[in-house]
């Protein structure tokens, strides 16, 4: 009883998911900066990344700093069986996003045994292997130079401008985010929640740790190759300085601003963690030239903002909102409401 109670707290007004959509929908017809539907691209983008990684991370509690290596293989995979293989980009995503979840059952094998620390550094070595491995291969990835990346397109229609890739980008944003809710309410769900609460737990109710960690780390690796594949499109050109080590560090900040284990926190820590960069841009003219100048003052933000979330807001965003509404369900009857009175009397 006590957990359909907190269940139906976390549900969302089916009223509000039709406005957030009927106003995503409109959003390119009432905005006429091209660089704001830029921005709003990378949401997406990043918000199909972010609720990839919520598997890994915030379900079965898996740290990783390689989702930008996904990522990568992803845009890359999809970009060389558009080009060099003749395949339509409509069948080259998906195949591309099958990339990135093969490639990350290999990577999740022999990271089965670690946890913590040690699978987040053996990630971030992963990453650095995918990495150089782009700069070598010259013959297929034209190494540190880049690769330029043909357009997807539909008949007449070319997604080769921001407002037609926002539709694309939205309406996959759209699926896989029902999908991601799906899977969260399946069993195979239950069964990565109980994995990131107890291992111990989770083996005496008949739960494969092996079977279960190995499919976080597939369906968090191919929604990672999906997003990697609509930025190469979004971009037309992707070089292998689209996928170092920060970003990876983003979208680990993502889930702890967010809030790790709620796919809706998921997407908030995707939309604060992309719009951060400009919020920094803007400061960046009152700060010294010292620091303003400093390449690590946007990894030193990063970390900052996580240690305060860590530390005043384990629950990142999601949960406060959650406190919110059970505040102002219960008001004025709230702890604080009654403790005040009481001091009136």
Known sequence: MEKRK?????????????????????????????????????????????????FLMGYTGQISLGHAAFIAIGAYSTSLLHIKAGITFWIALPL????????????????LRLSGLYLAIATMGFGFIIDEAIVFWKVMTNGAEGMLVKRASL??????????????????????????????????????????????AAQTTGISLLNYRLLAFAVSSFYAGIAGGLLANLMGHISPENFNLL?????????????????????????????LPEAIRFIKPVLPEVIATNQG????????????FMIFESHGLYGRWLKIKVYWKLFPFNPKQLKKRSRWK
């Open 96 to 111: 591309g996003g099958v990339s990135a979840a093969i490639i990350g059952l290999i990577v999740g094998i022999p990271c």
């Open 247 to 275: 970003l990876s560090i983003e979208y680990l900040v993502m889930q702890v601003i967010g809030g790790m284990g709620y796919l809706w926190g998921a997407i908030l820590g995707a939309i604060f963690i992309t719009i």
């Open 297 to 308: 003052f946007a990894p030193f933000i990063y970390g900052l903002i996580m240690i305060f």
């Open 155 to 200: 008949g007449p229609l070319v997604f080769n401008n921001d407002r037609s890739n926002y539709y694309l980008i939205y309406i996959l944003v759209i699926v896989l985010v029902y999908f991601a809710k799906n899977i969260e309410d399946s069993r195979i769900g239950r069964a990565f929640i109980a994995i990131r609460d107890s291992e111990e």
């Open 6 to 54: 907190q269940d139906k707290e976390q549900e969302i007004n089916p009223w509000w998911i039709i406005f957030v959509l009927a106003v995503v929908m409109i959003l390119p017809l009432v905005i006429q900066s091209k660089y704001l539907i830029y921005m709003a691209n990378l949401i997406g983008i990043a918000i199909i990344g972010s609720v990839g990684l919520n």
